[in-house]
């Protein structure tokens, strides 16, 4: 197989976050992504736990075409003038586009996975971009795919 060494992509990342009450913060993220659609087991899109889904796993699956939509609710528990709490409530959902598939794919049901989860975060308000982070997500629709995931900074 004669397989390019180069993809061309295009990618757009929409955030938004907001404060509805004392404490609470809401925050939502949208990934679109579209490759060159080589068939190749080196595609450009990773499906993992550390950028798309919480408790997928590591690097899952591969792709040429992502639509990945995350949303949180952040809730303090705990700050002072150096470190504060968090605790967090999500909701990943993602699909994607196999190698030399067609875009359809992409709103297949089988190419879905939906996971829910629960976090805490460590923040060091004295040092930037200092959180620490643990979250728990299960796929609602295989409940035996979960897992941890541990980071430092907000997920996103």
């Known amino acids: 197989i004669d397989v390019p060494s180069r993809f061309v992509t295009v990618s757009f990342e929409g955030k938004r976050f907001w404060r509805p009450f004392d404490g609470g913060n809401i925050a939502i993220r949208l990934r679109a992504a579209l490759a060159t659609n080589t068939p190749s087991p080196f595609a450009p899109f990773v499906l993992d736990s550390k950028v ?3 408790g997928v796993g590591n690097r899952v699956d591969r792709g040429t075409a992502q639509l990945v939509l995350n949303l ?3 809730h303090t528990v705990f700050h002072n003038d150096k470190f504060a709490g968090q605790v967090v ?3 990943d959902l993602g699909t994607w586009r196999n190698p030399g598939g067609e875009l ?3 709103f297949e ?3 879905f996975r ?3 989860g629960v976090g805490i975060r460590f923040i060091n308000k004295k040092v930037f971009r200092s959180t620490l982070r643990l979250d728990y997500g299960v796929d609602i629709a ?3 795919q979960r897992g941890f995931v541990f980071g ?3 997920y996103f």
């Open 52 to 54: 798309n889904l919480r």
């Open 72 to 74: 949180e609710y952040r």
């Open 89 to 91: 409530v999500f909701a």
């Open 104 to 106: 359809k794919e992409l």
């Open 109 to 111: 049901s089988e190419q």
């Open 114 to 116: 939906e996971f829910l």
């Open 142 to 144: 295989n409940t035996n």
């Open 152 to 154: 430092v900074g907000q």
